[in-house]
Every structure is written in structure tokens, then in C-alpha cells.
């Protein structure tokens, strides 16, 4: 097994550790964002929020890095242990990208209940997913990078029409944002099932120390 894992990583730890810090960083902007009780002013937070959600994609967006799984697994020692070598690091990968869009997510929504807008959550996430959707898309298949709206933003509507014109992207993108509901719906289960045992486990805990 180890030596199989060593090649995997020595071959993708520099695309998946970017794809991977690309992921987070919604997180990190999240719980920049989405901290107060009122609805901020500020021209910094609203560009903050471009940015955010210029950004938000990158998390969903890994779940298409497993185009390069069969690559890895054709490039396995023969007999190699492939179910323990590759697929777990490929697993971690997406599901830490689905993490990040949990916990990201999350963060705006329990803002919105915040500001009295409970009743919109439900449809910001979906507005959410669908937003993702067409990011990974033009992420993928286009090839842009979430600071290139910003950096060049004439050639970026230039292909961003170019490949939302294209007679299969409505297929692609209603395919990603059934994916991308789908992972997240599980990633939202097992994070809150997690954190819920895990919060009982310690009120045992300090119920045992205290009695």
C-alpha cells in the first residue's frame, strides 16, 4: 500500500493541495462575513461577498478532480491496492471540498436567521447550488479561475458566453447541480449526526464528572 500512496501523493499533492486551499478559502470569508446581527454597509463587505461567492464554487468544484482517478489507478503498481491507496485520498479530497461548502453554506444561512430572513434559506441554498453549478461548469469546462471576473472581466464574458451557448451545457449544469445537492445533503447529515453524538458524548461526559 505505501508505495502506491507515496506515488499518488507525489503526483497530485500539488493540485489537490491547491484545489483543496481553493475550497476553504469560502470558509474563511464565511465566517468573515457572517458574523453580525444587522445587515452590514460597509462597501468592504460587499465586496467581500463578490467575493465570496466568486469563490463559493471551488468548494463543490472538486468533485470533478475525479476525471483524473483513472489516470492514478492505471498508473498503480500492478495488483496494487488501489481501494486502500488511491480511492481514500481521492475520498478525503471530495469530501473535505463538501465540508468546506457545509460549513460555508451554514454560515450564511445562520446569518439570514440572524436578520429575521429564516424563511430564505431554503431557497439560497438551492440559489446556491445552482450558482455552483454553472461555476464548476465554466470552472471545468472553461477553464476559469474564480479571480479572472476581476482581473479580465471582458474575456471573461466572452467565455462565459461562448460556453454557456454550447448546446450540452444546460445538461452539464442541471448534472453538477444534482451532484452537488446530493453531496451536500449527505456532507450536511454526517457533519450535523457527527456533531450531534459528539455533543451528547460530552454532556455524558460532564454529567459523569460533576455527579
Known sequence: MAPNLVDVLRRDAWWMGWNTLLAWIPVGL???????????RSPFWWAGLMLFILFLPNAPYVVTDLVHLRHDIMLADRGGPVVTAILPVYALLVGSGFLAYHLALSAATRHLT?????????????????????????????????????????????????????????????ATFLVTWACHFMTKAIADASFDATLRSARRLHATLTS
Do not use: Q
Not at 464565511?30 to 452590514?40: D, M, Q
Not at 454553472?134 to 464574458?157: C, H, K, M, Y
Open 30 to 40: 464565511a465566517f468573515l462575513l457572517f458574523r453580525g446581527h444587522r445587515l452590514s
Open 114 to 174: 440572524r436578520l429575521g430572513l429564516g424563511a430564505w434559506t431554503g431557497r439560497v441554498t438551492v440559489a446556491a447550488h445552482a450558482l455552483c453549478a454553472i461555476g464548476v461548469f465554466l470552472g471545468r469546462w472553461a477553464r476559469l479561475n474564480s479571480w479572472e471576473p476581476v482581473v479580465d472581466p471582458g474575456a471573461t464574458i466572452e467565455r462565459i458566453v461562448v460556453h454557456l451557448t454550447w448546446t450540452w451545457a444546460p445538461v452539464l449544469i442541471l
